[in-house]
């Protein structure tokens, strides 16, 4: 028998995360450092980077790389499948005209579903990050040394410090997933593509401008998120609070220190996890499917 639809999206989520990540890294390393520095600090994400690779080294820009990649294919993992679940209870319940809010409904569930894994790796990628940055105030060996300090100093929870922000922040895939799919069916009626058959093109195009409108919204949540993971609001896990804090001591402005590096960061990230995810999906799909096909004719044979 083939993989069920499921197990598919469990496979293809997986793939198309680490795809994503690797090309996004040094984007996200820029942003977090932007976020979680003050405004004299860098004096905008070129300098950021000329600055992180004159004194660091190209591989700076990748710090922090292995803990998103060994949980960012779970947790992609996870969004698809969950999201995939949760669309086909909705939209079976309620038809067609539900779908833009069976997409947003079912994304959000999935966001939500997935900070078991998401909050850690984030708290421990964001400490890699800022760590022997111009804003550093501790520095970490790797990801072992970063992991094993947070449990000695604040238990196994101090892994979980900003999840509450992240739960909020990963509402955001309700807006991806809804956004995906609107552009993504206007864009092949436009070029006069069915459902379902779009096309890589489409769905690079479709997945890059999803995630711009998915960030767009919710980019002063995650800066208050790193700045509670990264220790930048004295010890503070509030979102409110932080919220607060920042306006008082920053303005306005700071909650968008670094938005334009991750608009940067969206468009190939997102043009890539949506093809990589269709593409997989409908590879497994379709030879699965070719061999469970052969089997049965094989089984079918030996009983004539």
């Known amino acids: 028998m083939g993989l069920t639809e499921p197990q598919a999206e469990l496979a293809a989520g997986y793939v198309s995360g680490v795809g994503s990540m690797l090309v996004s890294q ?63 209870q909705l939209v079976g319940a309620d038809g067609e005209r539900s779908q833009t809010w069976a997409q947003f409904s079912a994304g959000a569930v999935a966001g939500w579903s997935q900070c078991c894994v998401a909050t850690p790796s984030e708290l421990v990628k964001c400490r890699l990050q800022v760590s022997g940055g111009a804003a550093a105030t501790e520095r970490y060996a790797g990801n072992i040394d970063c992991i094993r300090r947070i449990v000695a100093a604040e238990g196994v929870t101090g892994l979980y410090r900003g999840n509450v922000a992240m739960m909020a922040r990963e509402t955001c895939f309700g807006i991806w997933f809804a956004s995906y799919d609107a552009i993504k069916g206007t864009a092949g009626r436009a070029v006069g593509r069915g459902a379902g058959d779009e096309g890589p093109l489409v769905e690079a195009i479709s997945g890059a401008a999803a995630g711009c409108a998915t960030w767009a919204p919710i980019y002063p949540i995650d800066v208050v998120k ?79």
């Open 226 to 304: 790193s700045r509670i993971q990264t220790g930048g609001l004295g010890g503070s896990t509030s979102l409110l609070g932080g919220f607060v804090a920042i306006a008082k001591a920053e303005g306005a402005a700071a909650f968008f220190r670094g938005f334009g590096t991750t608009m940067m960061r969206a468009m190939p990230c997102n043009a890539v996890v949506f093809p990589f995810f269709e593409f997989t999906k409908r590879t497994l799909s379709e030879r699965l499917q070719l061999a469970a096909l052969l089997l049965l004719c094989r089984a079918a044979s030996c009983t004539c």
């Open 26 to 88: 040094p984007f996200d390393t820029i942003k977090v450092r932007l976020q979680t520095s003050d405004a004299a600090v860098y004096r905008g994400p070129l300098d950021c980077a000329r600055q992180t690779v004159a004194k660091e080294g190209w591989s700076a820009l990748y710090k922090g790389l292995l803990s998103p990649v060994l949980t960012e294919g779970a947790k992609n993992a996870v969004v698809f499948a969950v999201h995939g679940a949760v669309l086909r």
